[in-house]
């Protein structure tokens, strides 16, 4: 694992979510700057964001 | 009539494709936690009995604590079709070899909606710890029920067995070399579960709370003065508090320190005398410390570390 990704791992899981949902939010690359804006604190919009961007795709291809 | 043992519990998570992990387990159950009506006439016998609710719930205690940590988190979530989530659980039961009786068949009870949380996590001195955690199982409609059971299914081939005993805690810069026992006890408390219109099984229930608690047993008493914890308590932040959790070895003693596969845990909080010291008959003292956490900034009253080499 990057360092990097290590970086946004810590800040993620200081949420108290679990690392299973930050390791998929990385290999879904939704958010595509998912790892660096979890890396400046940004845990909460960056869920946000991801379940967002994920209904988008789901509705896109219904 | 068969005779059944445990198998093993599985956590299957949404993906492309679904993601399984098998674990062992010390112990799992599922209570039906069944209420019923009640006649209130004044005859001298009942007449009447009906069901009002069935609330089952899946509980399980297991040592393969890492791996639950790391798919469950600490926050509790919801079992179902939504990404990034747990899809459903599963418990496996393997009939037992026994004479005069008739033949089972391999059996699962799965639940494919409902909330799951954190229990407790205990760890005494030399022996491995243990996590324990529940589900709050849900109707997803009101009518289906909230736990199936398979029979002739295939068990689970691959099982996760890691096991960890935890290393001297660090709370408040201070270290317990004497600390007897450890137990995080996560306090998670949920909304009242709600019932379908005309139904019996619940269809909706949240997480309302979680407020971990961590309680050290410890055999030194010569802890109430200021350079340990004085009467007025002593708060605790993330980067004095640590408790390293040790990986050991299927058929040996330890994971090489050095190996990034152990985890570990820091919180933060007020650090408090529950009883200061007890002593009865010969046996040895003992006091009972309690490091009652809240968030510190942003950051989760615990956070927990994986992958890591051991530093205890």
């Known amino acids: ?62 | 009539m068969a005779k059944y043992g445990s198998h093993s519990f599985q956590i299957t998570e949404n993906g492309s494709p679904d993601v399984l992990t098998a674990i062992h387990v010390d112990s799992m159950s599922i209570p039906g936690n069944v209420s019923l009506t009640e006649d209130q006439s004044g005859a001298i016998f009942d007449s009447l009995i009906g069901l009002q609710s069935i609330q089952p719930v899946m509980q399980v205690t297991t040592r393969s604590i890492a791996v639950v940590l790391e798919k469950l988190g600490m926050i509790g979530g919801c079992l179902g079709a939504l990404p990034l989530t747990v899809k459903t659980f599963e418990q496996f039961y393997e009939p037992k070899t026994s004479c005069g009786g008739t033949a089972g068949t391999n059996l699962s009870f799965t639940a494919a909606s409902g909330l799951y949380y954190l229990g407790s996590l205990t760890a005494s001195k030399g022996q491995e710890a243990t996590l324990s955690f529940t589900c709050d199982l849900l109707s997803s409609d009101g009518s289906v029920a909230p736990v199936v059971m398979g029979a002739g299914v295939t068990l689970p081939t691959t099982i996760n067995t890691d096991s960890f005993a935890l290393g001297e805690p660090t709370i408040a810069d201070l270290a317990f070399p004497e600390s007897t026992q450890l137990t995080v006890n996560f306090n998670s408390s949920t909304t009242q579960k709600t019932p379908g219109w005309g139904s019996i099984f619940p269809v909706e229930v949240g997480m309302e709370k979680v407020r971990p608690e961590i309680r050290i047993e410890n055999a030194d008493l010569d802890l109430l003065k200021a350079a340990g914890v004085p009467l007025t308590a002593r708060e605790a932040l993330h980067a004095e508090t640590t408790l390293p959790f040790r990986k050991k070895l299927n058929r040996g003693t330890f994971v090489a320190d050095a190996t990034q596969e152990h985890f570990s845990a820091t919180a933060s909080g007020l650090l408090y005398f529950d009883t200061i010291a007890n002593a009865s008959g010969n046996s040895e003292g003992s006091n009972t410390l309690v490091l009652k956490t809240a968030k510190e900034g942003s950051t989760a009253p615990v956070v927990f570390s994986f992958d890591e080499a051991y530093a205890g």
């Open chain 1, 1 to 62: 694992m990057s360092d990097e990704i290590k970086a946004a791992e810590k800040a993620f899981l200081k949420s108290g979510r679990s690392r299973a949902m930050f390791q998929g939010i990385v290999r879904s690359g939704q958010p595509a700057d998912a790892v660096e804006r979890l890396t400046d604190g940004d845990v909460e919009g960056v869920v946000a964001d991801y379940f967002a961007e994920h209904k988008a795709t789901v509705d896109e291809e219904e």
